[in-house]
T-cell receptor, first 113, second 110 residues
């Protein structure tokens, strides 16, 4: 299996632009998680889905952030408009079942200028 | 979920065992202890988890004290590739969330 796939791996954009991060979970996994990692706050869970339905989005920082999962093999995290404080590494993870091991992707490094 | 306390850093000599402590004095009966690690610039990687019995897999061993208030992750023969941040996380199994703390930066030296 290819593991969790994220794209792009690196993104540099200017403040105010829309940013879309993409994730393909491991085939057959029914849970998908979005995390953000910064030096100041460490690794934080933003939102997670079960069978394409958002279960807990309490970690989403504000309305500028939105996440969707249109099907079992694809999810997006969108930031509109982006701000410099959104600069971080964004990780996607998936698991087979809520209680099982989460497998993380390589992350997307976002820099907002 | 219960909070965990880990030392911020530790060094280990290559080929020696690395013993990583974690305190979780407020752990509840239904909460498991999970260990993940993050090698620089990579996503976190699952290592092992346990409830109250000691556990071992191909990567490491997990020793949980009888009162479950602390645990130790043991890397039996540390290699340079084990240099990473190690996270101890306590989580109830019915919860999807993993709450990562600051972890322990482990540096394995030749």
């Amino acid at each position: 299996d290819a593991g969790v796939i994220q794209s792009p791996r690196h993104e540099v954009t200017e403040m105010g632009q829309e940013v879309t991060l993409r994730c393909k979970p491991i085939s057959g996994h029914d849970y998908l998680f979005w995390y953000r990692q910064t030096m100041m706050r460490g690794l934080e869970l933003l939102i997670y889905f079960n069978n394409n339905v958002p279960i807990d989005d309490s970690g989403m920082p504000e309305d500028r952030f939105s996440a969707k999962m249109p099907n079992a093999s694809f999810s997006t995290l969108k930031i509109q408009p982006s701000e410099p404080r959104d600069s971080a590494v964004y990780f996607c993870a998936s698991s087979l079942g809520q209680v099982e091991t989460q497998y993380f992707g390589p992350g997307t490094r976002l820099l907002v200028l | 979920d219960a909070k965990t306390t880990q030392p911020p850093s530790m060094d280990c000599a290559e080929g020696r065992a690395a013993n990583l402590p974690c305190n979780h004095s407020t752990i509840s009966g239904n909460e498991y202890v999970y260990w993940y690690r993050q090698i620089h610039s990579q996503g976190p990687q699952y290592i092992i988890h346990g409830l109250k019995n000691n556990e071992t897999n191909e990567m490491a061993s997990l020793i949980i004290t009888e009162d479950r208030k602390s645990s130790t992750l043991i890397l039996p023969h540390a290699t340079l590739r084990d240099t990473a941040v190690y996270y101890c996380i306590v989580r109830a199994r019915e919860r999807g969330k993993l709450q990562f703390g600051a972890g322990t930066q482990v540096v394995v030296t030749p």
